[in-house]
Nanobody
């Protein structure tokens, strides 16, 4: 099993910044073979992709966050980050960490989520 623990959420004013972290662990866990990502879900909305980072560091972003958010991974710490700048009210959501073991259709794991609220 894989455990994903997020941190770094909170309340921030519009235009502000936050950095989310997701620490991954588990028996026999090998960080390098997991694609990592962040999803978010706002109240009354469906969960949506925010950003993904491949095992080789290739990144993908939702159009709504391009140029404002940056995803990165630190293999030494088994951790994936989401740096969020120029936050908008519409970025308010629960942000969840995601891990996918490559070449394993059953290898999807989710964190519990962390609340990000952007409000003045």
């Amino acid at each position: 099993q894989v455990q994903l623990v997020e941190s770094g959420g909170g309340l921030v004013q519009p235009g502000g910044s936050l950095r989310l972290s997701c620490a991954a662990s588990g028996s026999g866990f090998t960080f390098s073979i997991y694609r990592m990502g962040w999803y978010r879900q706002a109240p009354g909305e469906q969960r949506e992709l925010v950003a993904l980072i491949s095992t080789s560091g290739i990144t993908t972003y939702a159009d709504s966050v391009k140029g404002r958010f940056t995803i990165s991974r630190d293999s030494a710490k088994n951790t994936v980050y989401l740096q969020m700048n120029s936050l908008k009210v519409e970025d308010t959501a629960v942000y969840s960490c995601y891990a996918h073991r490559i070449r394993d259709p059953l290898g999807d794991y989710w964190g519990q989520g962390t609340q990000v609220t952007v409000s003045s």
